[in-house]
């Protein structure tokens, strides 16, 4: 019999290339048809290997990454909230999976991980953004018990993209 181990760790310049690919299949899957192929491509087009390098390099272990059994399968990176009106402090600014891992209850042990470290550095609410029509990203806020506190829009390319902003207390373990 095998066992399984699951991880999770600040994520290393050698998982670049890991991220990149991560970031690439996981907003296809989860964004194609909730905005014009496009501006799709446009989001995309911005976060190359290269966009993952210098960001590894200039801020090391800034996203944390979810191994499992030795294969990066996702990773979510948070920091300060860079929108006022959320009343959060904090943002748990992009969660990923790959599309296979997706659905097999991955997102919230990633999520957890997010806000301990939000916590850890004095945070006390957090905001995660995303494409309000996202079922998957939005049932997992909510299975959180994660609670709306904004809406938006994003202007990609043209496309006027709606989102929703769900907060938490960063203090607290997540349901």
């Known amino acids: 019999m095998k066992t399984l181990t699951i991880e999770i760790r600040p994520a290393a310049i050698e998982d ?3 991220l990149c690919a991560i970031y690439d299949a996981a907003m296809r899957s989860s964004h194609t048809g909730l905005m014009p192929a496009a501006a799709l491509e446009h989001m995309l087009g911005r976060r190359g ?3 993952w390098e210098n960001l590894l390099m200039t ?3 800034a996203p944390l990454a979810l191994r499992f059994d030795g294969k990066i399968a996702g990773y979510v990176s948070v920091g300060k909230s860079r929108i006022e009106r959320t ?3 904090g943002e748990i600014f992009e969660m990923c999976l790959l599309p296979e891992y997706q659905g097999l209850g991955y997102g919230k042990p990633l999520m957890e991980a997010g ?3 939000l916590a850890s550095a004095g945070f006390k609410r957090a905001a995660v ?6 079922e998957c990203a939005v049932r997992l806020c909510k299975t959180t018990g994660s609670q709306p506190v904004a809406k938006g829009q994003e202007n ?3 496309a006027l993209i709606p989102l929703i902003a769900y907060g938490f ?3 607290k373990a997540l349901v």
Request: aromatic residues 8%; charged residues 20%.
């Open 115 to 117: 806000r301990r470290r």
């Open 129 to 134: 953004w995303m494409v309000s029509s996202n």
């Open 87 to 89: 009343g959060c402090d």
């Open 169 to 171: 207390d960063v203090q």
């Open 156 to 158: 990609i390319q043209g």
């Open 16 to 18: 670049a290339s890991a």
């Open 49 to 51: 290997l290269q966009w």
């Open 59 to 61: 801020k090391p272990g």
